[in-house]
């Protein structure tokens, strides 16, 4: 059985920084996390500001080199034209294998991959959505709907996550109303999440919680905008989820890490699994 942990952060436009020192630091204390895949959000600065061509692929190339040099084998996947990116480091014992998926709409804010620990299949998926104040959200969660089938997300263990900036549930994943996102894009995010049998990570273990995963340095409210969402074929894996602080001073987002386990291969013999199961509501559910 493999033990894995995804974590979500938001790199507040540091981890593609043009100083080397903060790249490092951060590299190196996501490296010192107990965790194994990383969706990433805001690697850089700007969406908007268009890459610099082969000098900017250098860069992302550069950092993963980096990367697999500290994790001693590890990998990773970074938009050259956006802002999302996979980190993962090596599995002892395990060959792990991935295969990119790509996009049509969104490629700028959406990573995607199949990763392969050994027989075992996990689809990853990291998002960056734009804020609600700007029009181009308004595109982006219908057109998030198209991307993903239904038809492909149903068995394969998926978890899809990053920073949302919208909130579905302003009374417990807001402390004020002042903030109010467009009802288009409650809508679309609402239809994906049910077309695809979504559920929220956190609230799976913490129904009525308040918890916060952003405070921006200009507003006194809290919202928890970073959330990762499981597929039913995963969501019996989960063990804990925890909202963690900030991984760096440039950043206003707080981490959010969820612990799983591998299902037990099928086979012949006495079905055994983990007695911690048996206080995870949503696997009783799956198997009642």
């Known amino acids: 059985m493999i033990e894995f942990n995804i974590e979500l952060i938001n790199t507040g436009g ?14 190196s ?9 990383f969706l990433l959000s805001e690697t ?3 969406i908007a500001t268009p890459n610099s061509g082969p000098g900017y692929r250098k860069k992302v190339n550069d950092l ?3 990367w697999t040099a500290i994790t001693e084998g590890g990998g990773g996947l970074l938009s050259t034209t956006g802002q999302t990116g996979i980190l993962w480091k090596s599995l002892s014992s395990t060959n792990i294998r991935v295969e990119e998926i790509p996009h049509q709409h969104n490629q700028k804010r959406i990573t995607d991959i199949y990763i392969y620990m050994d027989n075992y299949k996990l689809r990853l998926t990291s998002v960056y959505a734009p804020t609600t104040d700007k029009q181009v959200s308004e595109k982006f969660f219908p057109k998030l709907i198209e991307e993903f089938s239904s038809n492909e997300t149903a068995n394969t263990p998926w978890a899809i996550g990053g920073d949302w ?3 579905l549930d302003p009374s417990l994943d807001q402390t004020s109303h002042t903030t109010v996102d467009p009802p288009q894009t409650l809508r679309c995010l609402q239809e994906f999440l049910l077309r695809h049998s979504l559920a929220d990570s956190y609230r799976s273990f913490y129904p009525k919680k308040r918890a916060y995963t952003n405070q921006a340095s200009a507003s006194p409210s ?9 597929n039913p074929p995963l969501i019996g894996m989960l063990r804990k989820v925890k909202i963690g602080d900030r991984p760096h001073p ?5 981490y959010t890490c969820v612990f799983a386990d591998k299902l037990l291969e099928s086979g012949p013999g006495t079905w055994k699994g983990k007695n911690s199961l048996l206080s995870n509501k949503a696997h009783c559910t799956r198997i009642y």
């Open 14 to 27: 540091q981890l593609l920084s043009s100083r080397s020192t903060k790249q490092i630091d951060l590299l």
């Open 29 to 37: 204390q996501l490296n010192r996390s107990s965790s194994h895949f």
């Open 44 to 46: 850089r600065k700007s």
């Open 64 to 66: 993963l080199k980096k």
């Open 165 to 167: 900036n919208c909130v």
């Open 222 to 230: 809290k919202r928890r905008l970073d959330r990762l969402y499981v």
């Open 250 to 254: 440039d950043t206003h987002h707080q």
